[in-house]
């Protein structure tokens, strides 16, 4: 019983101690396309990456469909919304919404 023990514990303390190799890939902002926050960066995801991003804040939110299509080519399909932004006594409308198409070309790497 005692051995059985043995042997189970050396075999999870092998398996935490290999070594792990993950790809560390860039971040995706609020705006739904790589870079910090709501600032865009000139990073590209790995060719062929598709993302969803729902981001809310405050009265603002957002959610992006990303692609990456070719490795220096991305494209990007948001829709925006925004409650309550201006609210005008004669109109009963309270949130405003807006579409919005990118595409990103990397130049230079």
């Known amino acids: 019983m005692k051995r059985s023990k043995y042997l189970v514990l050396c075999g999870l303390c092998g398996m935490v101690a290999l070594p792990v190799q ?3 890939r860039p971040s995706l ?3 739904g ?3 910090l926050i709501d600032m865009p960066s000139g990073e ?3 060719d062929g990456t598709l ?3 729902k981001s809310q804040f405050g009265p603002i939110g957002r959610t992006t469909l990303t692609f990456q299509i070719t490795p220096q080519l991305s494209g990007s399909f948001r829709y925006s919304s925004v409650k309550d932004w201006f609210v005008d006594p004669s109109d009963d409308i309270t949130t ?3 579409r919005s198409f990118d ?3 990397q130049l230079t790497s």
């Open 103 to 105: 595409l990103r070309y």
């Open 44 to 46: 590209q995801q790995s």
């Open 51 to 53: 993302s969803v991003v």
């Open 96 to 98: 405003y919404s807006d």
């Open 29 to 31: 902002g609020f705006s």
């Open 33 to 35: 396309v790589t870079g």
């Open 22 to 24: 993950a790809e560390m």
